[in-house]
């Protein structure tokens, strides 16, 4: 069973920088793994906000491209985002994801095999 754990979240006033990271364990081929970060404000549906494929190609959501970086660790098993310049809307619950699809990588959310539990972010103005 493949494990996710987020941490990295917290509160930071606007234009400040948050790092949020994702630990995978239970799967023997992490590198293999397309991943994603996704965030839910309160009373919305859960969105994407960038993915990464074993290739290191990253894709984002055209509203945060700019300030918002993707990154994987293979030899750690490790999922990043960081977080810059960042906008009291950007307040969510962040949740990483991880697809076993070899084809496809993206932030749809549907294709997505597991999840971490969330970390929240909470930017003020």
């Known amino acids: 069973q493949v494990h996710l754990v987020e941490s990295g979240g917290g509160s930071v006033q606007g234009g400040g920088s948050l790092r949020l990271s994702c630990a995978v364990s239970g799967h023997t081929y992490y590198n293999t793994l397309c991943m994603a970060w996704f965030r839910q404000a309160p009373g919305k549906e859960r969105e994407g906000v960038a993915s990464?494929?074993?290739?290191?190609?990253?894709n984002y959501v055209d509203s945060l491209k700019g300030r918002f970086t993707i990154s994987r660790d293979n030899t750690k098993s490790t999922l990043y985002l960081q977080m810059n310049e960042l906008k009291p809307e950007d307040t969510a619950t962040y949740y990483c994801?991880?697809?076993?699809?070899?084809?496809?990588?993206?932030?749809?959310?549907?294709?997505?095999?597991?999840w971490g539990q969330g970390t929240q972010v909470t930017v003020s103005s």
């Open positions: 990464i494929d074993r290739h290191e190609t990253a």
């Open positions: 994801a991880a697809s076993s699809r070899i084809f496809w990588c993206g932030t749809v959310r549907d294709r997505y095999d597991f």
